[in-house]
């Protein structure tokens, strides 16, 4: 069989199109953009960078060295904890195409780093990068206790499935006002339930929510 070409190899990459585990840059010019990036993917699933490739497929080309010193450095100085990320150059179409490959981290929540200095987490779901809720850390929070958590079936317990049998699915927002729990409270329960494969998220029209799992 006929090795592939580097041309060969991201025309492969390219017809996948952009999706949980791959997005396309055209070129990088803002490293808390690409750290928001990184964050999602390593929040997720890991997942692939093509730095010269617009969103519509077309190669570019990289324009600069530039650019893979600040995906070094959005990964190392605007992701908390830093990002496990490696790259690989291609010609293709006599185009430089880096192919930057991100991990996924062991270490959950990754943070980025926004134009303020707040530490925002991200999921990757489908081709976006999706700001993660409170609950996503708070899931994060309890599957990084070493000792784990015994669940225990309270009233607290029993009215959120009561509430879930009234209704197919329920926002953070209207939970808390069913239930009347604290916030900080409701979000503890949840990704309890969550962690337990008792409750799902589910994500629709830019909105979390949650439901029993079938």
């Known amino acids: ?8 190899y991201i025309h492969a990459l390219i017809a996948e199109g952009e999706h949980q585990q791959q997005d396309f840059k055209f070129e990088i010019s803002d490293v808390r953009k690409i750290a928001k990036t990184l964050s999602a993917f390593a929040n ?5 960078l093509l730095i010269g490739v617009k969103d519509n497929g077309k190669i570019a ?15 190392q100085l605007y992701c908390v904890p830093p990002v496990n ?9 006599g185009r ?6 991100v991990d996924e981290s062991a270490s959950k929540p990754v ?7 707040r530490r925002l987490a991200y999921l990757r779901i489908a081709d976006e990068n999706i700001l993660a809720t409170p609950v996503h ?6 599957n990084g206790n ?6 225990e079936f309270t009233e607290r317990e029993q009215l959120l499935l009561r509430l879930f049998a009234e209704h197919d699915r329920l926002s953070f927002n209207r939970y808390c006002r069913l239930s009347r729990l604290p916030r900080r409270s409701a979000e503890h329960l949840l990704a309890k339930l969550v962690r337990y494969g008792i409750v799902e998220l589910l994500f629709e029209g830019h909105k979390f929510y949650f439901r029993l799992k079938s």
């Open 1 to 8: 069989m006929k090795p592939l070409t580097d041309t060969d």
């Open 44 to 48: 997720t699933d890991g997942g692939r």
């Open 61 to 75: 080309g990289v324009r600069s060295a530039e650019e893979q010193y600040m995906i070094e450095e959005a990964a």
């Open 85 to 93: 990320c490696h790259w690989q150059t291609f010609l293709a179409e």
């Open 96 to 101: 430089t195409v880096l192919v930057v490959t």
């Open 111 to 117: 943070y980025a780093k926004d134009e303020n200095g």
């Open 137 to 142: 850390l708070r899931i994060w929070q309890q």
């Open 146 to 151: 070493p000792r784990g958590e015994l669940i």
